[in-house]
Every structure is written in C-alpha cells, then in structure tokens.
C-alpha cells in the first residue's frame, strides 16, 4: 500500500511574515497528521523560517526547484547542498511554469534529480501534457518523454526515492480539474513506464500526485482512484483550511 502524499506549492507567494504565518497554520491544522505524508513547499527566502515553525511536527520542508551544480558562479541559483542546510526534505523539479518560462528541459530536469538524490533529498518530479498535446494526440509520448527523461540513469533504489506529480498543464491554476478516470488514466500510464524501467515490485512503490486544480471538493474523488497517491497542491495550499479540507478526505 502506498502511503498518501499531499504536498503544497506555493509558488511565488508570500512574503516572511506570511510564509511563517500559513505555517504556523499548517502545522496547528495538521501538524500531528501521521496517515499522509505532509508537505509545504515556500519560496526560498522563506525555508529556514518555515524549518523552524515545523520542528516538531509531521509536516515536512520542500522547495520548489534547486540547481544540479555543487557551488560556483551561477547567479541566481541555489544548490542541493544549501536546501539541506535549511532544513528541506524534498525538491520540486521540472514543475510545467519551469519548463515553460524558465528554459527547463527533460536534460535539465534528470540533472537536478540526479544532483537531489545525491544529496540525500527527495525529489517530486512534475510531468505533464498541455492541452494542445492532449488534443493532437501527443499526450503519451510526452508523458514518456518527460517521464523517461527525467529517470534517465537513475537506478531502481533511488527510483524509490521519487514521487512524480502527474499534472495537466491546462488544469493548473485554471479551476480545470482533470476527471479522476482522466487523472487515473494518466498514472497507470506513468506506472506503465515505470514497470518499463524497473519491473512491477519498484513501479508499484513510486507515488504518482496529481496536481492541476486540486480543492477539497474534488479531493476525495480524485485521491479514491487506484494510482492516485496525493496532489501537489497550488492555490489550495494558500489557505491551511483549504490545504487540510484535502488532506482531511484521505
Ligand atoms: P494549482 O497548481 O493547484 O493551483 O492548479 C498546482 C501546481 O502547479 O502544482
């Protein structure tokens, strides 16, 4: 049986304060909850203040992307090695917004796992189809490309250490949710191409989230599906009322 996991990613949203604030929430919501992994993923500037609020507690750190390269001269990024030193636990890579703003491709995205396993941190590897793709027929191909590529050279003990965020790009922050058929669908596909990779006893232990619109209302059906091992959550993690009304439903 695998363990539900529901993750939050707040992407660019709150300053110090409100980070620590929803924080503090978070935890006096769910802070004890033990039969869900729990994640909250802030910006940055705001993980080792969010540590702090979670010592203690079963909620766990994450961050929303890091950089493959140990240390150097690269303006901007953040290493594996820093994220630990502040206290995180899992690394968000290859989320749709990065592979669409910000220059992040399949090579990119099987680095930074690479790097974050290194490190002894745990990755949560976003793949996903645009509308487009699903129209034209292209979505299993790019499923498999992002899957495949992100576990490029990645070994079946370390391919444990994953969880993949399985998300419609055209059901993110649009109030679109896939259907659970559709969303199940999906994963079984991606187990599919685990099975591929490392057999059927690894496939079945890797979590596969859904994330694209997830809300409490629509929480539990979708987390009742077979292959539908949490969410990676976006604006219904703003909120740690919204955040625990899908947690509760597991
Ligand atoms: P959303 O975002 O829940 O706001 O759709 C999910 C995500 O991008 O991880």
């Known amino acids: 049986m695998r363990k539900k996991f529901i993750a939050g990613n707040w992407k660019m949203n709150t300053t110090l304060d409100e980070a620590v604030a929803l924080a503090k929430d978070v935890v006096k919501t769910m802070g004890d909850t033990s039969d869900v992994d729990i994640a909250i993923c802030p910006p940055y500037t705001s993980l080792y203040a969010v540590s702090e609020v979670l010592k203690g507690s079963t909620v766990k750190l994450g961050a929303q992307d890091v950089h493959w390269e140990a240390k150097g001269a690269f303006t901007g990024k953040v290493s594996c090695a820093m994220l630990k030193s502040v206290g995180v636990t899992y690394v968000i890579i290859g989320h749709s917004e990065q592979r669409t703003y910000f220059h992040e491709t399949n090579e990119t995205v099987n680095k930074k796992v690479k790097a974050t396993l290194a490190a002894g941190l745990l990755p949560i590897i976003c793949v996903g189809e645009t509308l487009e793709e699903r129209k ?32 419609p790009v055209w059901a993110i922050g649009t109030g679109e949710t896939a259907t659970p058929q559709q969303a199940n669908e999906a994963h079984i596909y ?37 292959d539908v091992d949490g969410g990676l959550i976006g604006g219904a993690s703003l909120k740690a009322s919204d955040f625990a009304g899908i947690v509760k439903p597991v």
Do not use: P, W
């Not at 690894?202 to 619109?213: F, L, N, P, V």
């Open 190 to 226: 991606i187990r599919k191409l685990l099975t591929k990779l490392y057999g059927t006893s690894t496939a079945e232990q890797i979590r596969i989230q859904y994330g694209g619109s997830m809300k409490a209302d629509n929480a539990k059906a979708l987390l009742g599906q077979s």
């Open 136 to 167: 034209s027929g292209k979505m299993d191909a790019v499923i498999e490309s992002h899957t495949v590529g992100a576990f490029a050279g990645i070994s079946a003990e370390d391919a444990l250490k994953c969880t993949i965020a399985y998300e």
